[in-house]
């Protein structure tokens, strides 16, 4: 069976989103010639990703920053601009891809750093590159609920182990060319941190209302792309096609409940220029109301969504309408109105 879950909140706000970015900057020039041998002996372009994915540069985290130290600044920075008390605080969700041990869950640490009460549920959610929009439904349902005042939802992705050791990988004499064009995708990634505050908007009423949105499953593609510490391994042309199928029937379906073809704004997951692209097209989007981060910060994983927004929140107005909107590897896809 096919079909959309969809989900309305009456009385929840994103209060604030903050983001953290490393100072380090890895241009895909530098990836390039660091693979030199490599497209020499495939005979692929030294422009590939460029080229391919329009990706000009990445961050990276620099000697002394991590990913974890700078997601608590960057859910510090969202509660003082919400002016939230973090002793208020009821919920906090991780939704990284990036976690360097199994056991405990990255939650932990950073419900430490950022001096949370002993009250606040903490935990992990894992859903590819659709966590953070997952996370943020999750804490909406609770604080309509009243299980909750207010969440902080979190994201730090770290590519920088992964990218080394997949270029190590690929300089080796017996990788063929379609071994290569399997792990491009992990060329592309980039490090960054993110964090948003959400909370009654009765309580607060200087908010950008979370109205609420659809998801919709196509785990038949759970084989396509498939990452753990050692890699990143995907079947790029099926999992574009297979994404674009999802998204379609998604928003085909959803347009007998919302109107989302004339939003101000849509914010969505930041792949490459042919997913973009494919997406623009596909549904019928105004490409002037589509805004792209990945020609300089490449594919953040969940933390791209919130990035995104955080570059664009200033030139957002009252009233604007704005969609969320991603793919995860799996595939889910999921969409999610904001009235800013």
């Known amino acids: 069976m096919s079909g959309n879950a969809t989900t309305r909140f009456g009385n929840v706000s994103l209060l604030s989103v903050a983001s953290r970015l490393p100072s380090r900057i890895t241009s895909s020039a530098d990836i390039q010639q660091r693979l030199g041998s490599a497209l020499h002996r495939l005979r692929l372009p030294r422009t590939l990703l460029e080229r391919v994915a329009g990706v000009q540069e990445r961050r990276n985290w620099a000697p002394g920053e991590d990913a974890d130290s700078a997601t608590v600044a960057a859910g510090k920075q969202a509660l003082r601009d919400a002016g939230v008390n973090p002793a208020d605080v009821g919920l906090l969700i991780n939704t990284s891809v990036t976690r360097k041990h199994l056991e405990p869950s990255v939650a932990v640490r950073l419900h430490h750093g950022l001096g949370l009460g002993s009250d606040a549920i903490n935990f992990d959610i894992a859903n590819a590159c659709l966590g953070f929009i997952n996370g943020m439904s999750l804490a909406a349902g609770m604080i309509e609920s009243g299980q ?10 770290d590519a920088d182990d992964i990218q080394d050791a997949t270029i190590d990988r690929l300089l080796r004499t017996d990788v063929r060319r379609e071994d290569f064009m399997q792990e491009f995708a992990t060329l592309t990634l980039g490090s960054g941190s993110a964090a948003a505050v959400l909370g009654r908007t009765d309580e607060n009423p200087g908010g950008h209302r979370v109205l609420g949105g659809v998801t919709r499953a196509a785990t038949r593609f759970h084989d396509l792309c498939v990452g753990s510490a050692d ?24 347009s007998t409940e919302w109107d989302w073809a004339g939003m101000d704004r849509y914010i969505t997951h930041q792949v490459s220029r042919v ?28 933390a791209s969504v919130p990035i995104t927004l955080v570059e664009e929140q200033d030139s957002l107005r009252a009233g604007d309408r704005v969609l969320l909107m991603g793919v995860g590897s799996g595939i889910n896809t999921a969409m999610m109105e904001l009235a800013w």
């Not at 549904?283 to 002037?288: E, I, M, P, Q």
């Open 275 to 302: 997913h973009t692209d494919a997406i623009v097209k596909a549904v019928g989007l105004d490409r002037k109301r589509v805004p792209t981060t990945y020609p300089h910060l490449g594919n953040v994983g969940p």
């Open 148 to 157: 909750i005042r207010y969440a902080v939802i979190v994201n730090g992705e």
């Open 231 to 254: 890699g990143m391994f995907t079947d790029a042309r099926a999992l574009l096609q297979g994404g674009l199928d999802l998204v379609v029937d998604a928003w085909h379906e959803a």
